[in-house]
């Protein structure tokens, strides 16, 4: 299957292993977007990470065209693994904003 899909932004940040740090919950990720229509960042906190290739996490926040955001983020492993420097995921977001009704998916 052809990927048609382009990079809009880029994703940073660390996720402490469960089994070496049983009292940590600091598993933030970042994520910065730059596109015409949305710029700005999201906060996504991961409870339990299984290490699969499908995680859902918890978007707590965010910045520019997603201030006060929360919702869901849902990364999918899109390809074998071929480093433990670089993976490559397809990220969706279900976003709710207070005081809107639109949502942006």
Known sequence: MLNTS???GKAQGFIIPVEQFQQSEFNVLYLTFDTP??????SVQAIKVAHKEREEF??????GSFAFAHGVA???QTDE????EAIT???KLQLEFPNHSTKLL
């Open 89 to 91: 995921y397809h990220v």
């Open 74 to 76: 849902v990364f999918t």
């Open 37 to 42: 229509d949305h710029s700005g960042s999201l």
């Open 81 to 84: 693994q071929t480093s433990d």
């Open 6 to 8: 382009k990079v809009v």
């Open 58 to 63: 918890r978007v707590v926040g965010g910045t």
